[in-house]
């Protein structure tokens, strides 16, 4: 996650029982914010000092949010953990017809069986 308030939009859906880690930004080289800004080193630390099934990377869907995560999964790949990051797609109450093409393609490679 990004910031504190990441954490509090994610328990409002009493959804996820594990453990947080907030990156305190994400990966922004026009505005010189690199890996060693982030708290990346922490969660490195954390991660060697526990038994961790699955990182789910939940980042904000914008530029530096896909380079924060594109940055940690490769990071975090040779740790021989699951790495996933939250779906995107459509909100819920939108109409197809107004969504952007690249919301209407995420949706589509994050389809599911029903």
Same mark, same amino acid.
């Given at each position: 996650?990004?910031? #504190? ?19 305190? $930004? ?34 904000? #869907?914008?530029?530096? $949010?896909?380079? +924060? +995560? ?7 790949? #040779?740790?021989?953990?699951?790495? +996933? ?5 459509? #909100?819920?109450?939108s109409d197809l017809e107004f969504a952007d093409e690249a919301t ?5 490679? $994050?389809?599911?069986?029903?």
């Amino acid at each position: 996650m990004e910031e #504190p308030h990441d954490v509090i939009a994610i328990e409002r859906t009493h959804e996820f029982k594990g453990l947080y880690h907030v990156l305190g $930004g994400a990966l922004s080289p026009l505005d010189g914010i690199g890996p060693d800004d982030l708290k990346i080193k922490e969660l490195l630390q954390r991660l060697s000092n526990a038994t961790i099934e699955e990182v789910i990377l939940a980042l904000n #869907p914008n530029v530096e $949010g896909e380079a +924060t +995560t594109l940055y940690l999964s490769r990071l975090l790949k #040779p740790l021989g953990m699951k790495i +996933t990051r939250i779906a995107r797609g459509l #909100p819920v109450g939108s109409d197809l017809e107004f969504a952007d093409e690249a919301t209407l393609s995420r949706a589509l490679e $994050g389809r599911i069986a029903v």
